[in-house]
């Protein structure tokens, strides 16, 4: 999956960037699922720290008990990911 989902940013920090990017080329977080035949044991994937897949899940349950079910895994990684490069300034 990385190899389909990893594209260099062309614009600094666009959300609708990285928006276009995880719902047009199907990156849709189903790494952040868990089970016995989960994404989270294959290939790339097995380079994912724990400590991030658990704060992903730790926003996720945040943002669930505050607003409901009506936000997705990939819409709290794609903000994560963004603020996370403005926090660190990050220029591409």
């Known amino acids: 999956m990385y190899d ?13 960037y990285l928006l276009y990017l995880l719902l047009l080329q199907g990156c849709d977080a ?5 089970g016995n035949n989960s994404e989270q044991g294959m290939g790339p994937n097995l380079t994912l720290r724990p400590v991030a897949l658990n704060l992903i899940e ?5 943002v669930h008990r505050a607003c409901g079910r009506t936000v ?12 996370s490069l403005v926090l660190v300034r990050y220029v591409p």
Request: a positive charge; charged letters at 25%.
């Open 4 to 16: 389909t989902c990893y594209y260099p940013p062309k614009r600094k920090y666009d959300a609708c």
């Open 58 to 62: 730790s926003i996720r349950a945040a």
């Open 30 to 34: 189903s790494v952040l699922l868990t």
């Open 72 to 83: 997705s895994c990939a819409d709290l990684t794609v903000l994560a990911t963004r603020d």
